[in-house]
Nanobody, 124 residues
Framework: QVQLVESGGGLVQAGGSLRLSCAASGRTFSSYPMGWFRQAPGKEREFVAAIRWSASSTTYADSVKGRFTISRDNAKDTVYLQMNALKPEDTAVYYC?????????????????WGQGTQVTVSS
């Protein structure tokens, strides 16, 4: 059974930092892209960042570019999201996602597997 388990969420003041982790079990995704999405109350789930199997290939939503960094450790089947300079508008449930195809990094429905989500709350 495939599981993606996120950790590292919490409450932080504006300008602060958090690091999210997502550990995969049940199969390896080391050859495939993994991503982070987020969903704020009353809004649709949106793309945040993604990383291909080669950790040098990353992509970000414009809203987080320059503040968030996605990385991965293929030996541990773990992906990370370092979030700096957090803003109140970053408040959301953050989801880790994995896929078994190489195309379509930005669409929610292109990912096969999802974690349960971790809450990030940024206070002003």
């Amino acid at each position: 059974q495939v599981q993606l388990v996120e950790s590292g969420g919490g409450l932080v003041q504006a300008g602060g930092s958090l690091r999210l982790s997502c550990a995969a079990s049940g199969r390896t995704f080391s050859s495939y892209p993994m991503g982070w999405f987020r969903q704020a109350p009353g809004k649709e789930r949106e793309f945040v960042a993604a990383i291909r199997w080669s950790a040098s290939s990353t992509t970000y939503a414009d809203s987080v570019k320059g503040r968030f960094t996605i990385s991965r450790d293929n030996a541990k089947d773990t992906v990370y999201l370092q979030m700096n300079a957090l803003k109140p508008e970053d408040t959301a449930v953050y989801y880790c996602a994995a896929k078994t195809t190489q195309r379509g990094l930005y669409a929610v429905d292109s990912y096969n597997f999802w974690g349960q989500g971790t809450q990030v709350t940024v206070s002003s």
